[in-house]
């Protein structure tokens, strides 16, 4: 079965911080990769996709992430992130079985301060 | 619209009652999903409906029985649940239920308690 890590549970960060929010999964064959946020009280959105080719996949608002096969890992990163990127952030992996089946990671609580 | 309807926002209900969640949206998608949230916890997927059929039941407990009348709706019938039940439950939509790198639209989800 497939799992999801996402080990920094909350963060906290001062505006123009560099972000990288670390996410690691459990599955030996091909994945689909995703990044959701969760601003206060909105609804979850997606932040950026990967599937296939350039491992390195850029999304909204400035966020990107990075696929590394070997190490089983898609961290997000944000340069310079801002008060307005408060939220919560979930990893999830989808097995390429040809349904969606999500799995979610235990998100991480960003907090960023003005 | 880019928008996942779901009714009502909160909802509590006591262990006898019977209730349903909804959930719409119209962007022809044909592929609707429910999942279940406890606090402080990730999203957990429950079932998936592809063309109004119900493709996906992740083992969930015959209490809750959903519906999908339409290609625009989708419905989550309570019965007889448990205090641990208690949950945010999201409705999600896709265009299709596969190839799995589908993005997924999540409605805002309604706050069930159970008493």
């Known amino acids: 079965a497939q799992s999801v890590s996402q080990h920094n549970h909350h963060v906290i960060l001062s505006e123009a911080a560099s972000l990288e929010l670390g996410c690691n999964y459990s599955?030996?064959?091909?994945?689909?990769l995703f990044w959701y946020v969760q601003y206060p009280g909105q609804h979850l959105q997606l932040l950026l996709k990967?599937?296939?080719?350039?491992?390195l996949v850029k999304g909204i608002k400035g966020f990107e992430a990075e696929f590394i096969k070997s190490k089983f890992s898609f961290n997000l990163r944000k340069p310079s992130v801002q008060w307005s990127d408060t939220a919560e952030y979930f990893c999830?992996?989808?097995?390429?079985?040809?349904?969606?089946?999500?799995?979610f990671g235990t998100g991480t609580r960003l907090l960023v301060s003005p | 619209d880019t928008e996942v309807t779901q009714t009502p926002k909160h909802l509590v209900m006591g262990m006898t009652n019977k209730k349903s969640l909804k959930c719409e949206q119209h962007?022809?998608?044909?592929?609707m999903y429910w999942y279940k949230q406890k606090a402080k916890k990730p999203p957990e997927l429950m079932f998936v409906?592809?063309?109004?059929?119900?493709?996906i039941n992740e083992s969930v407990p015959s209490r809750f029985s959903p519906e999908c009348p339409n290609s625009s709706l989708l419905n989550l019938h309570l019965h007889a649940l448990q205090p641990e039940d208690s949950a945010l439950y999201l409705c999600?939509?896709?265009?299709?239920?596969?190839?799995?790198?589908?993005?997924?639209?999540f409605g805002s989800g309604t706050q069930l308690s159970v008493l």
């Open positions: 990967y599937f296939s080719g350039d491992p």
């Open positions: 999830a992996v989808n097995a390429d079985t040809g349904f969606q089946k999500l799995v």
């Open positions: 999600a939509s896709s265009q299709v239920a596969g190839p799995a790198n589908e993005k997924l639209f």
């Open positions: 962007m022809g998608h044909r592929a």
């Open positions: 409906y592809s063309y109004e059929k119900l493709s």
């Open positions: 599955y030996g064959g091909t994945v689909n």
